[in-house]
């Protein structure tokens, strides 16, 4: 089966309408965390829904049972259940972070008019959505978009440029992050689309470098490995203002950090983001590898890990957890309560 299917009407799955619905614009309840990710976890370890990514080789070797989830608080505490420590590739997760960092090099404004903030409505790899917008990628959480903040990473080189990836994300998760090479080599093998969209975009006059090493570096970001703990505190970096919670050091300025979940908000979830803010109510960012990120603005965030994906390549057991959490927690940013009155 080929991910993701254009024009697909698969919806978010859900299954959480009789967990009842907490709202909050408050702390997280501490003493609650623990239990709620360890319910949510029994409740959907056994979801059999979903494919593997077999497109990319590697991916499609993953062990399907796999299921962890972990999430940060901005005060520093990490809660983790199930296979949290398990490495897998970062993947597409890999781009709001970078975003991240270059809108810090550069400027909210240089990079919006040069990548865009828009939601496609296409698969996260369309050819048609650059050509249809006269080569401007639309937004850095789609490949066009992603190979071009990519290349607007600092460093003469692509070697300097794929250096100061690694350190940055290593950054935001508070450890040295390593290479896949296994991963790296068989991306490598099969991204020849990112290569047609590197050249278009050169085409186009979107990227100043040479477009072979934009791709290689990007395919080295997305290789990169993690836990959904890791995912869990990057998240919470941002959460917390872009102060890691676990290091204590600053990666990025507060007012990127609400830029970057802006734009992932809108574009998070390729073509189901719409969808995803709907019912869930955050910012989030997935992964064909089977991972997703959830970021709760000043409280905290989620990293969820599971290989099968829905057709938009989502995890699905990933996005049930997370949305019976966001609910159980009172996490969804467009959630309110009638003021209590006497």
């Not at 907490?22 to 709620?36: C, K, N, Q």
């Not at 781009?95 to 960092?101: E, G, N, P, S």
């Not at 296994?182 to 979107?206: F, I, M, T």
Request: hydrophobic share 40%; aromatic share 6%.
């Amino acid at each position: 089966m080929n991910y993701p299917s254009e024009g697909n009407n698969e919806t978010i799955p859900t299954d959480f309408d009789d967990v009842v619905q907490h709202v909050s614009t408050g702390a997280l309840e501490h003493d609650r965390i623990d239990a709620l990710l360890q319910e949510a976890h029994e409740r959907y370890a056994d979801a059999d829904e979903g494919l593997l990514a077999h497109y990319i080789p590697i991916l499609g070797q993953a062990d399907p049972d796999l299921f962890g989830i972990a999430m940060s608080h901005v005060g520093g505490s990490v809660h983790t259940v199930g296979d949290c420590d398990y490495q897998f590739s970062i993947q597409s997760i890999s781009k709001m972070f970078v975003y991240a960092l270059v809108v810090q090099e550069h400027g909210r404004e240089e990079v919006r008019e040069r990548i865009g903030v828009n939601n496609t409505g296409m698969s996260f790899n369309s050819v048609m959505a650059v050509e249809l917008n006269n080569g401007h990628p639309m937004n850095p959480m789609v490949n066009a978009g992603a190979i071009a903040t990519t290349a607007m990473m600092p460093g003469k080189t692509a070697a300097k440029k794929w250096e100061n990836v690694r350190e940055g994300l290593s950054a935001f998760a508070g450890r040295p992050l390593t290479l896949d090479d296994e991963v790296y080599h068989s991306e490598s093998l099969a991204n020849e689309r990112n290569k047609a969209l590197g050249r278009l975009l050169k085409s186009y006059g979107r990227l100043e470098n040479d477009p072979h090493d934009a791709v290689d570096v990007y395919t080295k970001q997305c290789s990169l490995n993690v836990t959904a703990h890791d995912l869990a505190v990057m998240g919470a970096t941002l959460a917390d203002g872009g102060v890691n919670p676990v290091t204590g050091k600053r990666v990025v300025d507060a007012d990127v950090c609400r830029d970057t979940l802006a734009t992932v908000a809108s574009n998070g979830l390729y073509e189901r983001s719409g969808e995803w803010l709907f019912e869930i109510g955050i910012p989030a960012k997935s992964g064909v590898s089977g991972g997703i990120v959830a970021v709760a603005p000043g409280k905290g965030a989620i990293g969820a890990f599971s290989p099968p994906l829905d057709m938009a390549g989502n995890s699905v057991r990933a996005q049930l957890a997370i949305g019976q959490l966001s609910r159980a927690m009172g996490l969804n940013l467009f959630a309110s309560a009638p003021e209590k009155r006497t």
